[in-house]
């Protein structure tokens, strides 16, 4: 009969009941965003840095990771002693640099990243295989596109410009062997990969023996913070950034967006918590003489405040769903609005969908709708039965 | 409907200088002096005034909607002029049938709906509950219109759902405030049979009235000025002997 | 001062303590900048005779796209630019905020007309009965209708002069915290003239609107309907 009663009362109000589940649907949806938002970021930053294993990364003293173009020097004897120490799995050493490619009118530029192909973690292959011969070459598309060359194809590239020379210095005939797919570049990117001691040999005697980055993986059970700490100790001359440490790093730089989360999170969820409040508050002030009816023909008040707590109920569970809908839609394109940021890799999502947080925040929004129910509805049921007969004229 | 086994000894109903007050502004307006009269099983009483004479306020009293300033109320041998709100709402339930002026349905109900609200509330469930109803509407005489809500309902069968909600939990006491007050003549009669028949079937009745026609019908006329009863008449062919 | 950690490097005496700048691209980057002569960081560096870009001011405007032409003609291995041309690539990143902000406006300003609508209609409604009641008399719907989109509308502009002293207010807050937070004089929130307006004649239309929805909705409904018969 509760929710006989409750169901009956909302479908009277057709339009009232709709426009209010919309709205709670909206505010729900503007929540889920938010939530989705202020750990987005982190959660979808921490697992591209974690998605070929390695947890630390070494960059040169007082940097981060390709932040500048200063490189660590005598880096061979670094590689060697991380790898001889037991906690470490593998290490994969990057030098990071551009390569010029002639063509008609002008060069085209692309950033290129030499590496130890067994080892790397800086790209997934889509298709051909890794450069395992010194002269060979690894693509994105974009590179591709902008070169015009394909898997099989050979290209003639220079690591730099001889300005005394006034022509390319480092140039080299490479053969394209694969297509691949950049983990940490930007969509839109050009990019590329040689053998280590290719590139190096390329830029010239001042660049042998070092490298920009060192990632390491850990072998199972190893703390990264605590071979952080060692490897700091070892080698003073580097910075160590574990997965932990870059994380934080980002967070700084973005926490803006963070902060826009909480308020505006905190903000629809007080405006959802307003919207049902003043629904049922005027709801039941509009039934005030139907309460009293109930109450003198023996309803008590516990049962009153029950049907209206459920039809509050009723409206937040069917809003949260066609709000998680919405959320879901929107983030999509708030999202795309933001992958757009300069330098930002690829796959980097602001906004992740985490269960257990849009399931908090969503059951947070519902609850704080019903419960918006109980006060109005108590006080009405309470107000003395003969009088607010006398007043109301209800039927 | 089951008329009464056993007829008590006790009066159903015994009020004891009853008086109730209203504060309006700064003054305090009495408008209950001191009534005290007691109404037996199964006796059709009703109440007639002028407006304002406080007739209204007796039966609000006696329905335990309102509490008396001073005096007693006793209802089937409980004292209801102090309870607590939740006794006084069970009360209400299970011993008293209210029957507004307004009719006072849900307009989000059905007529059988509206009939199975206190029998829901008195904890009957499912068939059980909706055979009552059924049964009750059928009393009633709107078995036909069980699917309707009030607004398709015309006045005197949107009061008949209302006696029948009254009875549903089969109450020791049916009050009724100017039952008639919002039908036309016609209609009017008819509700007048209906509590005729509902007293020959056993339930006790009393009415509050302008309704010439529904208090010559009763079998007692309470007659009711400024707050006090003025005469108290049983009718010549109900006298005891 | 040296290029490396365990190079011999330089002494310097510091001639002078900067302030920021409001740069943009110093936002949210949490470095140390010193200034030395060009020679000496060279020197340092072991850059030899290199600099990484140098800016160029013309004698007239004119001549600017000119001396780009003619340098870009000869250069090898750099390319000349307008400033104005970095200045909007550097700018990126704002721009990428300034999108976001604009969507989420754009999300909130529908939000909020869905919730005026809901509440308009429930606070119309509560006085369904005051308005059968003045139509039973004769008061014309139209009239009905005007009083309440009256009503809407001065609500709207006490509501707009309202949110308009809340979102200054805010404005502030944001610049205090943020140019704290980011070590910069830049501004991050700025109320204009331009975007006052808007805000106030987007909440009047819309107050308005949904005054006049909800009015329509109650006078169209029988004046005997309204009160429940």
Redesign the interface.
């Known amino acids: ?2 929710f ?2 409750a169901f ?2 909302l ?3 057709r ?2 009941t709709a ?2 589940v ?2 709670v649907a ?2 729900a949806a ?1 929540l889920l965003d938010m939530v989705m938002l202020s750990s987005g970021m982190r959660e979808s930053f921490r697992s591209l840095l974690l998605s070929q294993g390695f947890q630390l990364r070494i960059a040169p ?1 007082g940097t981060l990771p390709f932040d500048t173009e200063a490189t660590i ?1 005598d880096a061979d004897s670094l590689v060697a002693l991380l790898r001889a120490l037991p906690q470490v799995d593998r290490v994969s050493p990057v030098l990071g640099g551009q390569l010029h490619v002639p063509r008609a009118s002008g060069a085209v530029t692309a950033a290129v990243l030499g590496l130890e192909p067994l080892v790397q973690g800086d790209y997934e292959l889509v298709d051909g295989r890794h450069p395992m011969a010194p002269d060979e070459l690894v693509a994105n598309d974009a590179m591709l596109r902008a070169i015009g060359r394909r898997v099989g194809d050979t290209v003639t590239a220079a690591a ?2 001889d ?1 005394q020379l ?1 022509g390319l210095s480092g140039v080299r005939l490479l053969h394209v062997v694969g297509r691949v797919r950049f983990i940490y570049m930007a969509a839109e990117q050009r990019g590329s990969a040689i053998p280590l001691a290719t590139l190096r040999a390329m830029q010239g005697p001042e660049a042998s023996s070092r490298v920009s980055l060192a990632m390491v993986r850990l072998r199972p059970g190893a703390n990264a913070d605590a071979m952080r700490a060692v490897v700091e100790r070892l080698v ?2 580097v910075t160590v950034v574990s997965t932990t440490d870059a994380i934080r790093q980002v967070d ?5 967006f963070r902060q826009l989360a909480v308020i ?1 999170g905190a903000v629809s969820l007080l ?1 959802g918590f307003l ?1 049902v409040t ?2 049922m508050t ?2 039941v ?2 039934r005030i ?2 309460i009293a ?9 516990e ?1 009153i405040v029950a049907q209206i707590v459920v039809e509050a109920g009723a409206i937040m569970l069917v809003a949260a769903p066609l709000g998680l809908a919405l959320g879901l839609v ?1 983030a999509r ?2 999202n795309s ?2 992958a ?3 330098g930002l890799p690829e796959r980097i999502d602001f906004f992740l969908f985490q269960p257990a947080s849009a399931w908090t925040a969503l059951g947070l929004l519902v609850l704080s709708g019903i419960l918006s129910g109980i006060y109005p509805s108590w006080r009405s049921a309470s107000l ?3 009088p607010t ?1 006398r007043r109301e ?3 | 409907m089951t008329a009464p086994s056993m007829r008590d000894a006790r009066p159903i109903v015994e009020v004891r200088d009853l008086a109730r007050d209203y504060p309006m502004g700064d003054e305090i307006v009495p408008a209950l002096r001191g009534v005290s009269f007691t109404v037996e099983q199964g006796e059709y009483a009703a109440i007639v005034g002028p407006s304002g004479c406080g007739k209204s306020t007796l039966l609000n009293l006696l329905g335990v909607i309102d509490r008396p300033t001073t005096g007693t109320v006793t209802i089937a041998g409980e004292r209801v002029d102090a309870l607590t709100d939740a006794r006084a709402t069970d009360f209400r339930l299970r011993r008293i049938g209210f029957v507004f002026q307004r009719f006072y349905l849900m307009q989000a109900l059905t007529a059988r709906e509206n009939i199975e609200l206190p029998l829901a509330e008195a904890g009957l469930r499912g068939v059980a509950r909706r055979d009552r109803a059924r049964t009750l509407l059928e009393y009633v005489g709107l078995s036909r219109r069980e699917g309707h809500r009030p607004s398709q309902l015309s006045g005197g069968e949107q009061q008949r759902v209302a006696i029948a909600r009254a009875l549903a939990n089969e109450p020791k006491l049916l009050l009724a405030d100017e039952p008639t007050g919002e039908l036309d003549a016609r209609t009017g009669a008819e509700m007048i049979a209906l509590f005729q028949r509902l007293n020959a079937d056993g339930t006790t009745i009393v009415v509050v009235t302008h309704d010439e026609d529904l208090a010559r019908a009763a079998k007692r006329v309470i007659h009711m000025r400024d707050g006090s009863i003025v005469s108290d008449e049983r009718a010549a062919r109900d006298r005891a002997p | 001062m040296a290029a490396s950690p365990d190079a011999a490097g330089d002494t310097v005496v510091i001639g002078a303590i900067v302030r920021r700048r409001a740069d943009p691209a110093e936002v949210a980057r949490g470095e140390y900048r010193v200034r030395l002569h060009l020679s000496q960081l060279q020197s340092l560096l072991g850059y030899g005779d290199r600099v990484d870009r140098y800016a160029i001011a013309t004698r007239a405007p004119a001549a600017t796209a000119d001396a780009i032409a003619r340098i870009n003609d000869a250069a090898f291995g750099f390319r000349a630019h307008r400033s104005a041309d970095i200045a909007v690539e550097t700018s990126t990143t704002f721009a990428v905020v300034s999108r976001f902000h604009r969507a989420i406006g754009v999300i909130t300003v529908v939000a909020s007309a869905i919730f005026l609508l809901c509440i308009m209609l429930l606070k119309v409604e509560e006085r369904r009965r005051d308005v059968a009641a003045l139509r039973l008399m004769g008061i014309s719907a139209r009239t009905v209708v005007r009083s309440v989109v009256l009503e809407a509308a001065a609500i709207a502009v006490l509501g707009s002069i309202a949110g308009v002293g809340v979102g200054a207010l805010a404005s502030a807050i944001v610049n205090v915290h943020y140019q704290g937070v980011y070590r910069t004089p830049l501004k991050f929130s700025i109320v204009t003239g331009d975007i006052v307006v808007l805000a106030v004649t987007l909440s009047l239309v819309l107050g308005i609107v949904a005054g006049w929805l909800a009015a329509r909705r109650l006078v169209r409904t029988p004046p005997l309907a309204l009160f429940g018969r």
């Open positions: 009969m509760l006989t009663l009956a009362s479908v009277r109000h339009a009232r426009l209010a919309l709205g909206v505010s503007m003293k020097r730099g410009y300005a006034r003073p001359r700084e730089r973005l926490s803006y505006l405006v919207l003043t629904l005027v709801s002030n509009e003489g139907e009816v109930m109450r003198a023909i023996g309803v008590r008040r049962r929107t394109y708030l609005i933001l757009r940021f300069p003395g039965i003969a007969l004229a209800v039927g």
